[in-house]
T-cell receptor, first 113, second 109 residues
Framework: NAGVTQTPKFQVLKTGQSMTLQCAQDMNHEYMSWYRQDPGMGLRLIHY???????DQGEVPNGYNVSRSTTEDFPLRLLSAAPSQTSVYFCASSPTDSNQPQHFGDGTRLSIL | QQPVQSPQAVILREGEDAVINCSSS?????VHWYRQKHGEAPVFLMILLKGGEQKGHDKISASFNEKKQQSSLYLTASQLSYSGTYFC??????????FGGGTRLMVKP
C-alpha cells in the first residue's frame, strides 16, 4: 500500500518563484489536509478538504492555494515563494473527517532563498 | 487557536512514568495524540472522543475531560523507543484539526 505520497521530497526555490507540492492518496479517503512544520515547532494547518470540490482555510492559509478536483489528489500551490515559507510540509488524509486517525505523508522539505 | 501542551520537554530514565497535558480554550469534539521521531512523519497513537473516555495501548494511555477541554497522555514504565516529540491535535467545530506545539520526550538508559 502506497498510502499518502508527497512529491517532491526536497525542493529549493528562489524568492518569488511559484511551485506546486503534490499529494496523492490511494485509500479513497475523503478528508485531506496540509500542514507546515517549522524547525522545532508544531504542525500548523494551512488548508483542508472534506471531499472533492470542497476546500477550506486553516490557521495559516495566506500565500497558499489548494484545489480538490479528485478524491485522490490535493495539491498545494505556493503563489510567490517567500523565505518565511521555508518549512517541512506534510499532507495527511483520513476516511471521512478529521475525527479519524490521520495518515501522514513523508513530507516535503522546502527551502526558499 | 492551537491547543497548549505542557511540559515542553521531559527527560526520563527507562522505566519512569510521564504525563503530557493538552488544553484548549474552545469546546472540543475529539483529541488526537501522535508521536514524531526526528526527520519522520507523525505517527498516530490514539483518538479520544467526547464522553470523557479513557483509552490505553500497551503502556500508553490517555484521558479526555471535555468539560475542562483537557486531555492527558500517560506513559508508564517508559522505554527507549518512547523518545520523540508528542503532539496533541484537537478537533473543534468545522472539521478543523489543529495541533499543539509538541512535547519533546527523551528516555535515557
Amino acid at each position: 500500500n502506497a498510502g499518502v505520497t508527497q512529491t517532491p521530497k526536497f525542493q529549493v526555490l528562489k524568492t518569488g518563484q511559484s511551485m506546486t507540492l503534490q499529494c496523492a492518496q490511494d485509500m479513497n479517503h475523503e478528508y485531506m489536509s496540509w500542514y507546515r512544520q517549522d524547525p522545532g515547532m508544531g504542525l500548523r494547518l494551512i488548508h483542508y478538504s472534506v471531499g472533492a470540490g470542497i476546500t477550506d482555510q486553516g490557521e495559516v492559509p495566506n500565500g497558499y492555494n489548494v484545489s480538490r478536483s479528485t478524491t485522490e489528489d490535493f495539491p498545494l500551490r505556493l503563489l510567490s515563494a517567500a523565505p518565511s515559507q521555508t518549512s517541512v510540509y506534510f499532507c495527511a488524509s483520513s476516511p471521512t473527517d478529521s475525527n479519524q486517525p490521520q495518515h501522514f505523508g513523508d513530507g516535503t522539505r522546502l527551502s526558499i532563498l | 487557536q492551537q491547543p497548549v501542551q505542557s511540559p515542553q520537554a521531559v527527560i526520563l530514565r527507562e522505566g519512569e512514568d510521564a504525563v503530557i497535558n493538552c488544553s484548549s480554550s474552545k469546546a472540543l469534539y475529539s483529541v488526537h495524540w501522535y508521536r514524531q521521531k526526528h526527520g519522520e512523519a507523525p505517527v498516530f497513537l490514539m483518538i479520544l472522543l467526547k464522553g470523557g473516555e479513557q483509552k490505553g495501548h500497551d503502556k500508553i494511555s490517555a484521558s479526555f475531560n471535555e468539560k475542562k477541554q483537557q486531555s492527558s497522555l500517560y506513559l508508564t514504565a517508559s522505554q527507549l523507543s518512547y523518545s520523540g516529540t508528542y503532539f496533541c491535535g484537537t478537533e473543534t467545530a468545522g472539521n478543523m484539526l489543529t495541533f499543539g506545539g509538541g512535547t519533546r520526550l527523551m528516555v535515557k538508559p
